[in-house]
């Protein structure tokens, strides 16, 4: 059961999303998550500085309410954030976990984890190893990588 269960980082899963990538699928357009654009770069280089918002927490929607409860955050109850996660996956997910997860986003958001490790205070980042979850507890403002790329 405690795979299910999203928990601070360990330092090994710090070194892992260090080295790896975040990627969010959001429904958002670009317009309405960039900052601003970033000057060009390769393939792998941010294109923007972002703003996600983390939805308001404790919705009545079921799945959410079930996988925001599945956060061992300390601060859950405590926090004007509870329950406003934004989920990403440690890595590009394969087809049958875009398949499930994640429904008509027209936008993908690649995160460099060194970037989000400067981004997002240590307190505010929890990982559930089952299905290699990053999960930050409210909002993410930094730089990223969009597909359809900023206006």
Known sequence: MALFIATPL????????QAGEA??????RPDQVVVSRLPGGGPDAPNARIHLTA????????????R??????????????R??????????????????N????????????????L???????FYRSADKVIVVRG???GPAMLDPPPP
Request: no cysteine; glycine share 8%.
């Open 55 to 66: 939805p308001s927490g404790w919705q009545l929607d079921f799945w959410k309410f079930i």
């Open 119 to 125: 981004a997002v205070p240590s307190g505010r980042l």
């Open 139 to 141: 909002d993410y403002e």
């Open 10 to 17: 360990k330092p090994a899963e710090r070194a892992a999303i």
């Open 23 to 28: 990627w969010h699928f959001s429904k958002a």
């Open 83 to 100: 329950g406003k996660y934004l989920y990403f996956f440690l890595g590009e997910p394969g087809t049958w976990t875009r398949r499930m």
């Open 68 to 81: 925001d409860a599945t956060v061992w955050d300390p601060q859950t109850f405590a926090s004007a954030e």
């Open 102 to 117: 994640v429904q008509k986003a027209p936008l993908t958001v690649r995160i460099r984890g060194a970037d989000m490790l």
